[in-house]
């Protein structure tokens, strides 16, 4: 089952700054002076989930659209688009945080309505995984499909109802929903759907009665003309577990023979790959011996020219008339023995020269026999490879020959048994229209009485035991022994009905009936959208002018700093919290702190200050 998470929440106006605040995964603080904004951030958030209307209020003049981001437990990101005012809402399958400059993904009504896709509530219980899911209506005991609303007004709490003296169960104020909303925490405790509940037939039932008696008769003659096997259902059920423990056996014997098959698939692009490696280094080795095979030449051939200049200067060192064959002196400018010297200096750099080309030869030769010896390895690899590969492809075929019998088994077995299934279904459609036809003939028995509050006792034991925990997490002053009851949806904590206490009292236990809610839902994996927004959950202070606060039990700070704590380090998912008063500095480091207009603080409001010109 999805959650949502709520990602942020924005306006958007013709020339106007974005106005938005962006929603922690966990606790989220929107806290700050009155007037501000913060109370109108719980009701956008309500409107954008189908809420009907959206007071407005003289900061948001200019503002016409409204974007809400939500995150799906899946993985998905969607944006919630709608103006205001507007009557349908845009789905855009992405985070969008300005004006759309692209169609919407899907366009809905606002409305719910239970024979359409096309509305918030239908495509949110979609993206949940709870559309469809069933609840009483009235005590006639006429069902109806759950609607988002339904879920909405209990997990979406404005300051009015987190203090009303109604139950925390009853969130419209109107009796004739009474049964409904019973109904929805009903599901949401034991999320079993209420069923279909059968009626009597009618006059018009009855006169038709016989017609379609004999209607009967006629399909169940034509679906017996259709069995073709001389068995009946329990021959017909032996044989099709037969040929499923058949199937079961050659499906293993073709998976175990098509996982060595991968294996050996596996090995031969390893040997493929490896011998493409090869075959490259061995283009690369005979590119390179081709070249040395020059350069050798190149080498030999210097050697040879240099020797030959050394026997020729030692033969011109003999001349010692006329101009130096060496540097060109002519007789005159000639000192004694200059010949015998020229030749001398000849033949040394001869043999300097003569000995560097041939230490760079005897390099070369080593680097071509080494390059050599590495086409040799290549060679013999490549052979290796050949063989190998031969080998793997004798594997291969082997594998093929081995399937094809277990294939031809698999189609013959799967035949067998989708020929027995459908016989036993026309059985079983026989069966069907036999009942039919003895339930047309007798009288039907009367309806049971619907019962929105016959909740299993386990389910309303188990959230009571949650909310006392949540309570006593809280240090909420008392025992905090909490009870339900189903038929009045009255939440007494320590024997006095919630309804009884004072303003403070009632708003911290429907906090904490929204939070144990969330918390038991989200462990047990039952229905819960995922998130919980409370706006003035915890009241530390009086208010004598209020004329039916004839008791009133304030919060103790140590209320409010456990409240904030048990949040934190046990997470229900997220909560969003609007309160009056400054939050306990502890919490500021893990979790999204928002000030409206206090000292300190970056924003005056959810709206930026409008211009004075």
């Not at 079983?428 to 003895?438: M, P, S």
């Not at 704590?565 to 046990?570: A, G, S, T, Y």
Request: glycine letters at 6%; charged letters at 25%; proline letters at 5%.
């Amino acid at each position: 089952m999805n959650r949502l998470t709520l990602v942020h929440l924005t306006f958007l106006g013709m020339g106007k700054p974005p106005a938005a605040v962006e929603f922690s995964p966990g606790l989220t603080v929107i806290y700050g002076a009155s007037d501000r904004g913060k109370s109108y951030v719980e009701e956008a958030v309500d409107y954008m989930l189908g809420a009907s209307e959206l007071k407005s209020i003289q900061e948001d003049e200019g503002y016409t659209r409204i974007l809400l981001g939500l995150r799906v437990s899946d993985g998905r990101t969607l944006t919630l688009s709608r103006a205001v005012g507007g009557d349908t809402i845009e789905v855009f399958n992405h985070d969008l945080r300005s004006a759309p400059s692209e169609p919407a993904d899907a366009t809905l009504a606002y409305k719910h309505h239970p024979k359409s896709q096309k509305n918030i509530s239908r495509y949110l219980l979609n993206v949940l995984g709870i559309d469809g899911r069933r609840i009483l209506q009235n005590s006639r005991g006429d069902v109806v499909p759950l609607n988002f609303r339904d879920l909405a007004r209990l997990v979406v709490v404005n300051d009015t109802r987190m203090a009303d003296q109604r139950s925390p169960v009853l969130g419209t104020r109107m009796p004739q929903n009474e049964t409904k909303e019973k109904s929805v925490f009903k599901l949401l405790l034991s999320g079993q759907d209420e069923p279909e509940r059968p009626t009597a037939p009618s006059k018009l039932e009855k006169q038709f009665g016989k017609g379609k008696i004999a209607v009967i008769d006629h399909l169940i003659d034509e679906n017996r003309e259709k069995l073709t096997l001389e068995a009946n259902q329990s021959q017909l059920r032996e044989q099709l577990a037969r040929v499923k423990s058949s199937l079961g056996e050659v499906t293993a014997a073709a998976g175990d023979i098509a996982a060595t098959r991968s294996s050996l698939l596996h090995r031969r692009r390893e040997l493929e790959t490896g011998d493409a490696d090869n075959q490259q280094r061995v283009g690369e080795v005979q590119q390179l011996l081709s070249r040395f095979a020059l350069l050798r030449e190149q080498y030999e051939s210097d050697l040879a020219r240099l020797q030959m200049v050394g026997e020729a200067g030692t033969l011109l060192g003999y001349f010692q008339t006329g101009t130096c064959v060496f540097c060109g002196a002519e007789r005159q400018h000639q000192h004694p023995e200059h010949h015998l010297a020229e030749t001398t200096q000849l033949a040394a750099a001869v043999s300097a020269e003569t000995r560097k080309t041939t230490d760079l030869h005897s390099d070369l030769i080593i680097m071509i026999e080494d390059l050599e010896d590495q086409a040799a390895t290549l060679d013999v690899n490549r052979a290796l490879h050949a063989e190998q590969l031969a080998h793997n492809s004798e594997e291969l075929r082997a594998l093929d020959q081995r399937m094809e019998p277990l294939n031809a088994d698999t189609t013959e077995l799967l035949a067998a048994r989708s020929r027995l299934e459908h016989e036993l279904a026309i059985h079983t459609q026989i069966e069907q229209l036999e009942d039919l036809k003895a339930s047309l003939s007798s009288a039907p028995p009367a309806p049971p009485t619907a019962r929105p509050d016959n909740i299993p006792a386990a389910d309303i034991a188990d959230f009571e035991s949650t909310m006392h925990e949540t309570l006593e997490a809280w240090q909420v002053p008392g025992d905090n022994h909490v009870t339900y009851d189903p038929t009045s949806a009255e939440i007494s904590v320590d024997g006095r009905p919630r309804k009884s206490r004072g303003r403070g009292m009632r708003s911290i236990i429907h906090a904490a009936f929204a939070v144990s809610l969330a918390r038991r839902n989200t462990a047990r994996g039952l229905i819960h959208p995922g998130f919980v927004v409370l706006d003035t959950p915890v009241l530390t202070y009086r208010r004598p002018e209020d004329p039916e606060e004839a008791q009133p039990e304030l919060m103790t700070h140590d209320v409010v700093e456990n409240f904030y704590r048990d949040l934190l380090d046990n997470p229900v998912g997220q909560v969003i919290v609007i309160e009056n008063l400054t939050p306990p500095e502890s919490i500021r480091s893990r979790a999204a702190v928002y000030a409206f207009s206090v000292d300190g603080s970056d924003r005056q409001g959810f709206f930026p200050p409008r211009d004075r010109h």
